[in-house]
């Protein structure tokens, strides 16, 4: 065969040797020669060069070593593109400036690469000997434009309410093919839900309703056989709260939600609340039997000695303008002395798990001091009787809650006698 006809891809007589050559490369390697290559699958860069890279061996005295590279598509003729025998290379006028060959070594080097080059590429190794060797391999090219930086947007940007409102996240990509979309939450993949919902391409992310859960760190990761980028992050609004309200304070002693405040002292009570926005706070004292709002913010003072009262309840309000739901915390206030209060703090922990029970009265003038009432759980269901500080019977309960209250000691005058 002449070499006008290799360089000839249109004529007859090159067609019928590339279906020749087509027949041979299905026939598969022979024992005495080996053609590998690194993979059977290699992705590409449109516009740039791609490297095709083929390792032959044999075991037996070679007087030629012929190499040929043929390229197909779906549903088409293998197509031939360049052949060399030793180390003259005889290619395909049409592709002689694309393809590139050194031989004896095997391997293709395609620049530059565009999207008609995406396909099958075989090559072909012929050792001759005393005989003829063969062997070939097939490899898929896929030619892709890199994935360029994604933008993710938001919808509503102002914000959704917990319960209440929905939330779209799109992806939104300028460049790049065959894209895949990959929503993260705190840099893990976001799953659906029963909240949670995707578009079919995956690059929207819808959830409904939004809760105070769905708060985090979201991006989007798009990725192809030849790159992949990931957006910046981005925080959804989402209003929630009040929850887990608290008052907590900067001294006395607070036993469940009383507070044990020494006379003349002055306490700073702060009361706080998972929210977003910020909830606002009101503070509302009890007294015989009326409400009234003493003062907004989360802070309030209480000075002791201008307490009328020994015993106050107090209210600590919290309120979200946004999702529009509130929540109060009650807490009791008790001035007492110093005495008294360094009494109690002084007591060790174990003996609040200690009991004393009455049977009966006692003598009135042992009736006055600090008492304290304890709820004992009752499998029964009968309440326990209270019992007095200085108990000293021992007994196992369990875990209880405890206030403490003054007694304060009054004698009534006695009538003195007058003449009348």
Known sequence: MGQDAFMDPFSNTVGVFQCKIYLLLLAGACSGLKVA??????????????????????????????????????????????????KSVVPDLEYQHKFTMMP?????????????????????VNIQGNGTLSASQKIQVTVDDPVTKPVVQTQPLSGAVEYVGNMTLTCIVEGGTRLIYQWLKNGRPVHTTSTNSFSPQNNTLHIAPV??????????????????????????????????????????????????????????????????????????????????????????????????QKTTDYVCCAYNNVTGRQDETHFTVII????????????????????????????AL???????????PDASGVPRMPRSVPASDSISGQDLHSTIYEVIQHIPAQQQDHPE
Request: with cysteine; aromatic share 12%.
């Open 366 to 376: 042992d009736d006055f001091g600090i008492y304290e009432f304890v709820a004992f």
């Open 211 to 308: 809760t105070k859960e769905d708060i985090g760190n979201y991006s989007c990761l798009v990725k192809n056989p030849v790159s992949k980028m990931e957006s910046d992050i981005t925080m959804p609004i989402i209003y929630y709260g009040p929850y887990g309200l608290r008052v907590n304070s900067d001294k006395g002693l607070k036993v469940g939600e009383v507070f044990t405040v020494d006379i003349g002292e002055a306490i700073l009570f702060d009361c706080s609340a998972d929210s977003y926005p910020p909830n606002t706070y009101s503070w509302i004292r009890r007294t015989d039997n009326t409400t009234y709002v003493i003062k907004h913010g989360p802070h309030l003072e209480v000075a002791s000695e201008k307490v009328a």
């Open 104 to 124: 004896p070594n095997a391997s293709l080097l395609i620049n530059p690469l565009q999207f008609t080059d995406e396909g099958n590429y075989i090559v072909k």
């Open 37 to 86: 290559v690194p993979s059977h699958t290699i992705h590409g860069i449109r516009g740039q060069a791609l490297y095709l890279p083929v390792h032959y061996g044999f075991h037996t005295p070679a007087s030629d070593i012929q190499i040929i590279w043929l390229f197909e598509r779906p549903h088409t003729m293998p197509k031939y593109l360049l052949g060399s025998v030793n």
């Open 336 to 363: 007492t002395s110093v005495v008294i209060r360094q009494k109690l703090e002084s007591r060790p922990k174990m003996e609040y798990r200690k009991a004393r029970t009455f049977s009966g009265h006692e003598d």
